[in-house]
């Protein structure tokens, strides 16, 4: 199930985050493939534990353990610290899928890879090309989104950036282990929550909508694993 989260930064958050990117020492983001991805990678990529992607990185950890819309979707148990890229001048990343587990560095903390982010730092129409294509169940998904929203996949997924022919794409891309492994669970999840949160406000006191909190918790209570 492919998620978008919207708003996870302000557009004033947006704005201070490229500024502090423009002055970036950005690197080849080929040193960062796998064996196998490497010949399909063209980008550029931020140093990973530099001051910079530390701090903005845990700044957008920050405004996801605040938002409601990542939390249901996620349940998130650990994850990675964000990294930061750039498509430009014809840049792409070819058809490829993620690793299931990864070492963050210095922790002896390993994340599996259940679902992948890419919070998107350039507006749409500011770079032409570079859609995040993603192959679903249901055919290819192509997803372009603004400055400051996000989109959530499972990790599984083959996907690929497209080659960005105008301007800079600018993105911040990582990845969550979730409390509920399961994909099918999880997305049952989602949809019980959203379904509650909707009902919510209408109906706070209601008996039915209180047996619906109650099976969602069990489900979680069932499934999770922390």
């Known amino acids: 199930m492919l998620i978008p989260i919207e708003n996870v930064l302000s557009k004033d958050e947006v704005l201070h985050f490229r500024q502090q990117l423009a002055a970036a020492d950005w690197q080849d983001g080929v040193k960062t493939a796998g064996t196998l991805a490497r010949s ?78 890419t919070l998107f730092l ?30 959530l996949y499972p990790s599984s997924s083959l996907h690929q950036v497209t080659p960005v022919t105008r301007g800079e794409r600018i993105a911040s891309f990582f990845w969550i282990q979730s409390m509920v492994q399961q994909q099918d669970d999880r997305a049952l999840l989602y949809d019980l929550d959203q379904a509650i949160q909707g009902l919510t406000p209408h109906s706070a006191t209601s008996p039915d909508l209180i047996t619906l909190t109650q099976v969602y918790h069990n489900l979680l209570r069932r499934w999770a694993v922390t």
């Open 122 to 151: 350039s507006e749409p129409d500011e770079y032409d090309g570079g859609e995040l294509q993603i192959d679903g169940p249901f055919g290819v998904q192509a997803v372009k989104l603004g400055a400051g929203d996000m989109v």
């Open 40 to 117: 399909a990678k063209t980008n550029l990529q931020l140093e990973d534990g530099s001051a910079l992607a530390v701090a903005l990185g845990n700044h957008i950890l920050r405004k996801l353990g605040n938002h409601p819309a990542f939390i249901s979707a996620a349940l998130p148990h650990r994850i990675f610290p964000p990294k930061f890229n750039c498509y430009r001048n014809g840049g792409a990343y070819g058809l490829h899928v993620d690793s299931a587990l990864m070492a963050i560095g210095g922790t002896g903390l390993t994340v599996r890879s259940d679902l992948s982010a």
